[in-house]
């Protein structure tokens, strides 16, 4: 799995924990809490974790797993 695809699933995951919605920020440090040995060890995915999550909530937006933005409150993620 790339790291994009793996981001995907790791967003769902943190908003499971944190009910359905939460902000980027706490989904980050989800991520990071869960899945740091993996971010380390992912070469340059290290270094682009954050832009991949982004873009992964963008995609899960597309696929209607996500709420679109226009949907939420500013900064906020929310399960459909």
Partial sequence: M???SDAQ????EAL???GGSATIIQICK???AQHETELRSS???FYTWQYDVRWAAQALRDKGILK???ETERGL????
Avoid: A, K, M, T
């Fill in 77 to 80: 993620w929310e399960l459909q």
């Fill in 16 to 18: 499971h924990f944190y």
């Fill in 68 to 70: 679109p933005i226009s």
């Fill in 30 to 32: 989800y991520v990071w």
């Fill in 2 to 4: 790339s790291l994009r």
């Fill in 9 to 12: 699933e790791w967003i769902i």
């Fill in 43 to 45: 070469e340059d995915g």
